[in-house]
């Protein structure tokens, strides 16, 4: 074999390896974007129906039920393919995202619980969410220039700065939640793209 058909070999095993990943990746598209959607709807209905923005703390109930949710659809037939380059970047993307959400989350209730100012800590308060859409769609941006694939980088635009712009448009309190519901419906129809594109 020449160094020529050995490098169109190693092209080529990387682009099925894309490709296989994106496919993949849409079934978990449409969890991440279901339970997404589900539990911001379900926090804005919560505090907006009591006035208790505690109602946040549902946030973490979402790992819970999503990584063993994830881990069943890794199961199927498709998910026997190997670990490969594509996959490590992957995950090291919404590991790093997983890691500044919640490090953000954390440093604003400890500001929130210990700052005696109303003002300051509604402001504070406000603008997490406007952090976590962005980081949300900035790793989706990413991931999506990883893979070379256009509907993830579109959508990962769209999230970042299209709810970045609703942010400023809604009233703050329960109703910054929607923001979220906009970031699930998004990634769930991108992962609809993504495993329709397929066939």
């Known amino acids: 074999m020449t160094a ?6 190693i092209t080529e095993t990387m682009n099925n390896n894309r490709k296989d990943i994106i496919f993949r990746s849409g079934k978990h598209f449409i969890l991440w974007g279901v339970l997404l959607t589900l539990f ?8 907006r129906a009591t006035g208790h923005a505690q109602w946040n703390f549902l946030w973490f ?12 659809l890794d199961r199927k037939k498709d ?13 090291s993307i919404w590991l ?14 400890l500001y929130v619980s ?3 100012n109303p003002i300051g800590t509604i402001a504070v308060g406000a603008s997490l969410t ?8 900035m790793a989706l941006t990413i991931s999506g220039f990883v893979v070379k694939n256009w509907p993830v980088i579109v959508a990962g635009f769209v999230t970042g700065i299209g709810g ?17 519901t906009f970031a699930g419906v998004v990634l769930a129809l991108t992962g609809v793209i993504i495993k329709n594109l397929r066939r």
Do not use: K
Not at 96 to 109: L, N, P, R, W, Y
């Open 164 to 180: 970045l712009a609703i942010y400023y448009i809604v009233d703050l309190g329960a109703a910054q939640m929607l923001i979220f």
């Open 130 to 137: 406007a952090q976590i859409v962005l980081l949300f769609g």
């Open 4 to 9: 020529r058909e050995s490098l169109a070999l």
């Open 79 to 91: 998910a026997d393919l190997p670990e490969n380059v594509f996959s490590r970047i992957l995950s």
């Open 40 to 47: 911001s709807l379900a926090v804005f209905i919560l505090w």
């Open 61 to 72: 109930v979402m790992p819970a039920v999503g990584f063993p949710l994830a881990h069943l």
């Open 114 to 116: 210990v700052n005696p």
């Open 96 to 109: 790093s995202f997983c890691i500044f959400s919640v490090s953000v989350a954390v440093f604003t209730v």
